[in-house]
C-alpha cells in the first residue's frame, strides 16, 4: 500500500506539527539573539563606545587647560569690535538632527551669516582684525570643543554642514544624491576631506562631489587608527601654517 492509497499515511499527525513548531522555534531564536550579532557589529559597537570616551576624555581635558587661553581669545574679540564673543549657527549632526555649533566670532557682528548661504572667501571684507588670525590658524574652531563634550560632535569626522550650505549655487542635497549618507556619524572638528585638501568655499560641482566622496569614505571606513591618522594628519597641516581663511 502507498501513500495515495493508505488512509493511515494521509491522516494528519499532531507530532508531526510539533515538530515543525519546534523547528521554527529554534530557527526564530536565532535571528536577532545577541549571541547571534556578527562580529563586525559588535567590533563596530566597540569601536564607537571607545571613540565617543576618547571624545569626553580629550575634550574635557582641553577645555580645562585652555580655559586661560580661551579668556584672552574672548577678551580680543571684545577689544576688537565690542561685538559678542561667540558665533552660533544651526548645522546637521547625526542622523540629520538638527545641532547648535559654537564658534568664536571672526567677523562682524552685523555681517554675520547664521544661515551658512553666504560662503567665506579669501579676503572676506565681513571678517575682522583678530578674526582674521583666529581663521587663519583654526583657533575659531576651538569652542567646538563644548560640542564634542555636549556628545553633538566627535574630535573626527564629517565636517558638520549649515543647514542651508550650497555647492556652486545649489544646495548639497541636490548637487550629490548621497548627501546625508555623511550624517550617519557625529561631525567632527576635523575630517578625512580636510586632510586631504577639500576645504572652503565650493564653487564648482567637482570640489563638492569630492569632499562629500570623502565624507562618505570615512563613514564606510571608520577604524579607530584612522581617526588617529587623521588627527596626526591635521595636527601636521596645523603646524605648517595651517589652511584656514
Partial sequence: MNAYTSKTNSRFDPSQRQDKIRSLVIANSNIRQPDSFSLVERKMAVRLGVKRLIDIVASLSALIVLAPFFLAIALFIKFDDGGPVFFRQIRWGLNGHKITVFKFRTMRAEACDPSGVQQ??????????????LRKTNIDELPQLLNVLKGDMSLVGPR????????AGRLYEELVPDYHHRHIMRPGITGLAQ??????????????????ACDIYYVR????????????????????GGTGF
Fill in 120 to 133: 567665506t572667501v579669501k579676503g572676506d571684507s565681513r571678517v575682522t582684525g583678530i578674526g582674521a588670525v
Fill in 160 to 167: 558638520c554642514h549649515a543647514i542651508n550650505m550650497r555647492a
Fill in 195 to 212: 586632510t586631504r585638501g577639500w576645504r572652503g568655499p565650493t564653487a564648482r560641482p567637482l570640489q563638492a562631489r569630492a569632499r562629500i
Fill in 221 to 240: 571606513n571608520f577604524s579607530l587608527l584612522l581617526d588617529l591618522k587623521i588627527l596626526l594628519k591635521t595636527l601636521v597641516i596645523e603646524l605648517r
